[in-house]
Nanobody, 120 residues
Framework: QVQLVESGGGLVQAGGSLRLSCAAS????????MGWYRQAPGRQRELVAV???????NYADSVKGRFTISRDNDKNTVYLEMNSLKPEDTAVYYC??????????????WGQGTLVTVSS
């Protein structure tokens, strides 16, 4: 009914940059919030950044000043610009969205995950 497709992960050296994208499709009326989470090996999934439909944002302390989340409401797409990457940013990054469907049902959806590896 609603799908999220991520792209943009990969291998980068410390200090480098990557840009993740996540496009939502399906029976979407509106998307209230879109965000990025990450899960490193042996660790719990954690919030990286979230952006509401009006544009307000929230970031994990560990990425403030380095990562920027943005969204294109016309394209139902959220982006994560990651700069000054560190080895500790290595993780699988997951897109998340809280969607109001055309049948007026709220759904939470996750992307399939994209691996970001930062080498030292």
């Amino acid at each position: 009914q609603v799908q999220l497709v991520e792209s943009g992960g990969g291998l980068v050296q410390a200090g480098g940059s990557l840009r993740l994208s996540c496009a939502a499709s399906g029976s979407i009326f509106t998307i209230n919030a879109m965000g990025w989470y990450r899960q490193a090996p042996g660790r719990q999934r954690e919030l990286v950044a979230v952006i509401l439909s009006a544009g307000s944002t929230n970031y994990a302390d560990s990425v403030k000043g380095r990562f920027t989340i943005s969204r294109d409401n016309d394209k139902n797409t959220v982006y994560l610009e990651m700069n000054s990457l560190k080895p500790e940013d290595t993780a699988v990054y997951y897109c998340n969205a809280l969607v109001l469907t055309t049948s007026k049902q709220y759904l939470e959806r996750w992307g399939q995950g994209t691996l970001v590896t930062v080498s030292s």
